[in-house]
């Protein structure tokens, strides 16, 4: 479960708790005068730290920072909604997966995947300014890790492999490369959906993948089909259009819209460009720079053995809870 910081009301709080100390106190006539204003200064103090609260309770909303808790849960029926608003995030507006079916997937493949809600552990207690924060998002979900076995021969994930394939940057060997490695004897993917609304902080990311990779490993010790040998994730990323360097490579100029998946590039064994619309990446994530900034989708492969041993410990050391 993660906590994002309270910083804003803290600093308050110290200057409240200055209010009302008293300042030491003289000998003899001006001890006595303190002495007998005790009670009318101990009034006037109280008075004033009222009004103190009330003034940043009258504070505008989006000026504070509001402490919210998430936590990460197995998909239920419920979710449906939020998880397919999600997938059209990931996916786009022009895939040619049924994203429907692939919600109803999710939510039927209970023994892997995560999704992220507001943790209702303090449900009862009466806080408004949380419910203005997320206001139109009671019930929502906020993020989605899980992972889909592309097996050709189910349509589904025939029509993920699709999705890739069609999207794959036509230039150079890349789309060659892609198709090889669907192709290739004893090569088995695991396809990772990684979503989630953006101001969520990258340290909830440390949990998801411990969880998603764990209960993987559990689906193994059942004979389940997550014996993969490789893992595929769809990572999108913001660049500066001033950054005077490529938009593929990685530098201070380049925001992973995960941010882990920064550390997980590094660990990648193929890396190839897509051809989804820029536009695609900037309006699902509501981002109107005026042409300051573009969007690019990277296919990124990394090979299962790599999990344990490298990647989730870089996750872990890049993002400390």
């Known amino acids: 479960m993660i906590e ?62 509001i402490q919210v808790e998430f936590e990460a849960r197995t998909p239920e029926a419920c979710d449906y909604h939020g998880i397919l608003r999600l997938l059209k995030k990931y996916f786009g507006p022009n895939t040619c997966v049924n994203l429907s079916t692939l919600a109803d997937y999710i939510i039927n493949q209970r023994n892997v995947g995560s999704v992220v809600t507001q943790s209702r552990a303090n449900e009862d207690d009466d806080d408004d300014e949380e419910d203005e924060t997320f206001e139109g998002l009671d019930n929502e979900v906020y993020g989605l890790l899980t992972v889909i076995r592309l097996d050709k021969s189910q349509p589904l994930a025939k029509s993920i492999i699709d999705h890739v394939v069609t999207n794959t940057k036509k230039s150079g060997d890349c789309i060659a490369k892609v198709a090889d490695l669907f192709n290739k004897p004893g090569v088995s993917i695991g396809f990772v959906i990684s979503e989630r609304i953006i101001n969520i902080p990258p340290q909830i990311s440390v949990p998801l993948y411990e969880s998603l990779y764990a209960e993987i490993a559990k689906a193994k010790a059942k004979n389940y089909p997550f014996d993969f040998t490789h893992y595929m994730i769809l990572s999108r990323m913001l660049f500066s259009n001033n950054a005077g360097e490529s938009s593929f490579n990685a530098g201070p100029n380049v925001i992973h819209v995960n941010a882990e998946e920064e550390v997980i590039t590094e660990e990648a064994d193929l890396v190839v460009e897509t051809e989804i619309p820029a536009e695609q990446i900037l309006k699902a994530y509501d981002i109107n720079g005026k042409g300051e900034y573009d969007g690019q989708t990277k296919i990124m492969v990394f090979n299962g053995a790599k999990v344990e041993s490298v990647i989730l410990p870089k996750i872990k050391n890049a993002f400390p809870l």
């Open 4 to 65: 994002t910081p309270d910083t804003t009301e803290s600093s308050s709080d110290e200057e409240i708790k200055r209010i009302g100390q008293n300042n030491s106190g003289n000998n003899g006539e001006e001890g006595d005068r303190e002495n007998r204003d005790e009670s009318s200064s101990s009034d006037d103090d109280d008075e004033e730290e009222m009004e103190n609260a009330e003034a940043i309770n009258e504070l505008d909303p989006g000026s504070r920072e």
